[in-house]
């Protein structure tokens, strides 16, 4: 093997190196670095999305984005940060091309920076990234055991359900108690024995055939849930903790657990579950392009 069609170490690993987008550029992941006293890693300040492309007949497309963005640009609103949809879009698209991506998990995250220590972010420099990482683990399938949180979910009064970083403290200390309870999954039940969400997913329950989107003011209005309800004709509505435990069937859903049966809530233990099963495969083939509802939820790469 002669010298010249040998590929030099360094060249070949930085083909290899995941990029990522940051403040319009796409970089190597490695090469970045973040200020010490960026605010977001003090107090929460930034807005994350959660998104996910898939591989169809068509090459890669990404899964209901302009609503993802939709929602980050709501909670950027809120922080008072500027938000560009159509930028966002473009540096979706550019990082998932520049990782050659098909099947990924899509993180774009904006947030206030580096300065001082004080709570007023008026003026605060301000940065987005955007990350993807292949998915190449399908959740769909895997049935949860899901313990009842001693945390409440935050109240829409004290913090919006939107995907603002800060937030997520809430599922993360709910996801490490039901964890050191031996279970998968955590599941808020509000003071009034409401039904709320899981740590990163809404609930759905079905009872005699019939499919209930769980509604509750302080779960986050989920794109998986929504695009389920518009698939199925399943109703919107309230759920006792109680009457989720009488459902026949019941599951979580979001975009990185999909559609994802529940096994085992506290020691209720649910048997068959066909709709949910029905419903799993119906949403793997809308996101993957193979249904005529899909066209008008993809974004092609
Ligand atoms: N609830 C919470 C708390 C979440 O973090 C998520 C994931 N984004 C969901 C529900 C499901 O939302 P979506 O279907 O839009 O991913």
């Known amino acids: 093997m002669s010298a010249s069609n040998v590929t030099p170490i360094s060249e070949a690993a930085n083909a290899e190196k995941p990029k990522l987008w940051f403040d319009g550029e796409i970089a190597d992941v490695d090469a970045l670095q973040v200020d010490l006293t960026t ?73 206030y920076g580096e300065g001082s220590f004080g709570l007023d972010v008026s003026g ?9 990482t292949p998915t190449l683990v399908h959740l769909a399938g895997s049935r949860a055991r899901v313990a009842v949180s001693s945390w409440r979910r935050n109240p829409a ?8 970083c800060g937030a997520y403290v809430n599922s993360i200390l709910a996801k490490r108690e ?16 409401f039904v709320v969400e899981c740590t990163g997913a809404n609930v759905f329950a079905v009872k005699n055939g019939r499919v209930t989107a769980i509604e509750h003011r302080d ?50 233990r649910f048997g068959e579950n066909p709709i949910t099963r029905e419903l799993a495969a119906l949403y793997a083939r809308v996101v993957r392009g193979e249904e005529s509802a899909s066209s008008k939820w993809l974004t092609p790469v």
């Not at 605060?124 to 993807?132: G, K, Y």
């Not at 009064?157 to 603002?164: A, N, V």
């Open 39 to 111: 605010h977001a890693m003090h107090y929460g300040s930034g807005v994350f999305e959660g998104i996910r492309a898939y591989a169809t007949k068509n090459g890669a497309a990404v899964f209901r984005l302009p609503e993802h963005l939709e929602r980050m640009r709501r909670g950027a609103e809120l922080l008072g940060m500027s938000f560009d949809a159509q930028q966002a879009t473009e540096a979706t698209l550019a990082t998932l091309r520049a990782n050659r991506h098909r099947d990924a998990y899509i993180r774009p995250l904006a947030w």
């Open 124 to 132: 605060r420099p301000q940065h987005m990234m955007v990350s993807t």
């Open 157 to 164: 009064d004290s913090l919006p359900p939107l995907k603002l």
């Open 178 to 193: 039901s964890k050191a309870r031996g279970f998968d999954e955590a599941l808020f039940v509000d003071k009034d024995g």
């Open 219 to 268: 779960a986050l209005p989920g794109i998986t849930r929504d695009t389920l309800i518009a698939l199925s004709g399943a109703q919107s509505g309230t759920l006792t903790y109680e009457e989720l435990l009488d459902a026949d069937e019941v599951f979580a859903c979001g975009t990185a657990a999909e559609v994802a049966p529940i096994a085992e809530i506290e020691d209720r």
